[in-house]
């Protein structure tokens, strides 16, 4: 604030300055006024001459200034110099007012500036109002010494108490935006003083009412930091646990190898060993699926318009060598036609692979998965169907958590799947749902069936157009 009150400062003189040399000029040009207004009363018209009865004393009294010089003059109608300085400039040619006011101008005389009141005074005010009339011209001027110094005299009276009043208003706001701020300064220490682990809320009572909702977004921001946090952290923690048991398997087994001199035990170990390393291969990449599906930018920043039923059907032709390798018929049921959806195709591929894989992995030999895409309301579904042994009602809300496997369930897995399933359904806001396998007649294999509902696809903006 000092830097706009020191140039705001100059500009408050310059102001007063030209105020007040508008306050000096007016007593000065109401004498110059009167002044013009006695002289006009003795100007006449005597046979056709113009004459002025202006004593010798009455000029004296009109040029006794100690400081200025006072001209005057008297004209007559053909701008002939009846009486009074000679020199003095007339009035501009086209001043066309000449209504016996008062008028004034600034001029200059010997090269000193003037102030000129003057008035056209009628020569024939009682005579035939039809008539031209006869107009005699009377100016009084002075220099403007006096008004200069009582301008310098307001200016003086006015700047000088600000050179008092400045340096006081100064420490004034100096103060007051000391004490202001100090309750951010003491803020500002506090937060440096935290450990950087410290993710607590910041107390807002101890903060200045104006910053309050400051302090409120960032508590919001710090409590979705230490949410993040530790949800990376407990992901960090059940992978490295879930890492163990392959890891501790390829040792085992390559140790077995190695103590091994039977060929045939050296070969069924290496078979375990490249089990564990596959085992160990697919949960790496299940992790790194599940941490590119959590960092994925959200509310559709990344989303696109795609056909749905032309992805599914690329990502089961995918799978169907896998399919017979587990003995199982994969099929696909077609919209007959293209449904849209708002979508990204790499992490919607994503999450068929998962449905289709984990269909395959429970569902016996002999069995089926059936992958459809069809419309229903006006909404896009995504269904995987399998004839497996089904999940019960109250364990379907828990099967899409990380690493949660259902007891009993002796297919290879490492029950990150579906967690990534519900991350990438979330983040195309679709709804996920789990039934049993309404075609399925079988009582111990009652199969089951996922259900993806997309919301409707954007509808474009064409305001442009």
Sequence with gaps: MLAPLLLLWP?????TYLVAKSIANQPFDHALEDSVTVLAQQVKEVGGKVTARLPGSARDILRADDVDSVYF???????????????????PPDDAERSGRVHFRNASLHGAPLRVAYAWVNLQPLLDPNAEPRLALVQVAETLDKRARLANEIIKGVILPQFIILPVILALVWFALSRGLSPLAQLQERIRARPPDDLSPIDSRQV??????LVGSLNDMLARVAHTIDAQKRFIADAAHQMKTPLAGMRMQSELALRQVDPGEIHRSLEQLAKSSESATRLVNQLLA???????????AALAPLDLAALARSVVLDWVPASFAHDIDLGYEDPDGELAVDGSAIMLRELLSNLIDNALRYTPAQ???????????????????D??????????????????????SNAPGSGLGLAIVREIAQQHGADIDIFNNPRST???FPGSLFRLTFPPPAVPDN???
């Design 208 to 213: 200045p009412e104006e910053i309050s909702p």
């Design 442 to 444: 079988h009582k111990k």
């Design 11 to 15: 500009m408050s003189i310059a102001i």
């Design 367 to 385: 069995g089926s998965v059936t992958v459809r895409v069809r419309a229903s309301s006006g909404l896009a579904l995504l269904e995987v169907e």
């Design 463 to 465: 305001d442009a157009d």
């Design 290 to 300: 599940l941490a590119r599906a959590e960092n994925q930018p959200h509310a559709g």
């Design 73 to 91: 003059q008297i004209s007559g109608p053909q701008g002939d110099v009846v009486d009074g300085d000679r020199d003095l400039p007339q009035p």
């Design 387 to 408: 004839t497996g042994p089904g999940i019960a009602p109250g364990e379907r809300p828990r099967v899409f958590e990380r690493f949660y496997r259902i007891l009993g």
